[in-house]
T-cell receptor, first 113, second 114 residues
């Protein structure tokens, strides 16, 4: 079935460095790619999203890139801060056929002060 | 506050029992999704309802069932509970029926099966 692979599963960076998380999806009908941040014990919250007709989107220190041909999309966080420490999930949504919203396995990001 | 309400916050029950988890979506949202998150694990998609109808089904066990009512709230029923069903169950809502809009998550129901 459809799935979303996410790498790495854990990532440690020094404060101020950049972090990159990568996802690959399998369903070619997927056309919506959001990223969620889940802090310990809390609910996931949307931080940025991108649609299939756009190659890149940026919001302050966060950016997402999409390569539809390769079925890859990535989250880039620049100038990381301790409060960026959390689990990040990518997801792929499909507006036809299965109408599924599949999440990646998550990346635990730790920003070291 | 996401506007999505899940009750109860915690449930502790014994193996073999049945429980019902309830979710009220954000005002105006027609879609409700259910996810299961086991300890330190990802978000496993269970089922999606849109405006009262089942839209998509994921890895939902036959012991589990769900429905969305005319007022758009949803219930997830878990029966013949096993220890492995212990998890955090999230409900999320979105305005659209397809998988092309942000999900707004509730705070989850933590189920412990003893």
């Amino acid at each position: 079935g459809e799935n979303v692979e996410q790498h790495p599963s854990t990532l440690s960076v020094q404060e101020g460095d950049s972090a990159v998380i990568k996802c690959t999806y399998s369903d070619s009908a997927s056309n919506y790619f959001p990223w969620y941040k889940q802090e310990l014990g809390k609910r996931p919250q949307l931080i940025i999203d991108i649609r299939s007709n756009v190659g890149e989107k940026k919001d302050q220190r966060i950016a997402v890139t999409l390569n539809k041909t390769a079925k890859h999309f990535s989250l880039h966080i620049t100038e990381t801060q301790p409060e960026d420490s959390a689990v990040y999930f990518c997801a792929a949504g499909t507006t036809s056929g299965t109408y599924k919203y599949i999440f990646g396995t998550g990346t635990r990001l730790k920003v070291l002060a | 506050d996401s506007g999505v309400t899940q009750t109860p916050k915690h449930l502790i029950t014994a193996t073999g029992q049945r429980v019902t988890l309830r979710c009220s979506p954000r005002s105006g949202d027609l879609s409700v999704y259910w996810y299961q998150q086991s300890l330190d694990q990802g978000l496993q998609f269970l089922i999606h309802y849109y405006n009262g109808e089942e839209r998509a089904k994921g890895n939902i066990l036959e012991r589990f069932s769900a429905q969305q009512f005319p007022d758009l709230h949803s219930e997830l029923n878990l029966s013949s509970l096993e220890l492995g069903d212990s998890a955090l169950y999230f409900c999320a809502s979105s305005v659209a029926g397809g998988g092309n809009s942000p999900l707004h998550f509730g705070n989850g129901t933590r189920l412990t099966v003893t």
